[in-house]
T-cell receptor
């Protein structure tokens, strides 16, 4: 049973455009939702994260939108750049007392000039 | 501060051979993890160690064993490698709970012929 569903699997965006990646979760006990960014040949690294007590979190060009009632959250990359080309993973955890992250299957983003 | 280190970076095995993947972290983290990454499958947890002296199965533990040698080191052993274990393996660590950033190593690319 996949607890975090991520879409799309791949995404091609023009430079300067907006990249949007969506995730949906099933477990209502999840209370922390990080996004990880992975460049080819490297390990994933934390990009941005959100708790469900806020509906949006912004860090530079990256924004997480969170909809608790729909059990969905999304990553928006504004003014997408070729350097943003990477694989993005959403994840979820119930945090306290848990030591595991549940990852989505990833989205490969290509930003073309 | 090297973060999370993994050895080797690349390995080719024949079916039935055994090997141990090594992982070490110098961040004084409590919990350590082993994941495998396959195209279209995202990051799947093999085993984790919430603290020194404990290990638990993740989503895909069959065919693997682990040892938490001390607080710094967490190794993954393949006793009899199979082609289905061809993958990229990532070690990760985290301080205290999964509310904190999970730090990943650079990965080991394993091919089983």
């Amino acid at each position: 049973q996949q607890q975090v569903k991520q879409s799309p699997q791949s995404l091609i965006v023009q430079k300067g455009g907006i990249s949007i990646i969506n995730c949906a979760y099933e477990n209502t006990a999840f209370d922390y939702f990080p996004w990880y960014q992975q460049f080819p040949g490297k390990g994933p690294a934390l990009l941005i994260a959100i708790r469900p007590d806020v509906s949006e979190k912004k860090e530079g060009r990256f924004t997480i939108s969170f909809n608790k009632s729909a059990k969905q959250f999304s990553l928006h990359i504004m003014d997408s750049q070729p350097g943003d080309s990477a694989t993005y993973f959403c994840a979820a955890t119930r945090g306290a007392g848990s030591y595991q992250l549940t990852f989505g299957k990833g989205t490969k983003l290509s930003v073309i000039p | 501060n090297a973060g999370v280190t993994q050895t080797p970076k690349f390995q080719v095995l024949k079916t039935g051979q055994s090997m141990t993947l090594q992982c070490a972290q110098d961040m004084n983290h409590n919990s350590m993890y082993w994941y495998r990454q396959d195209p279209g499958m995202g990051l799947r947890l093999i085993y984790y160690s919430a603290s020194e002296g404990t290990t638990d199965k993740g989503e895909v533990p069959n065919g693997y064993n682990v040892s938490r040698l001390n607080k710094r080191e967490f190794s993954l052993r393949l006793e009899s490698a199979a082609p289905s274990q061809t993958s990229v393996y990532f070690c990760a660590s985290i301080w205290k709970s999964s509310y904190n950033e999970q730090f990943f190593g650079p990965g080991t690319r394993l091919t089983v012929l």
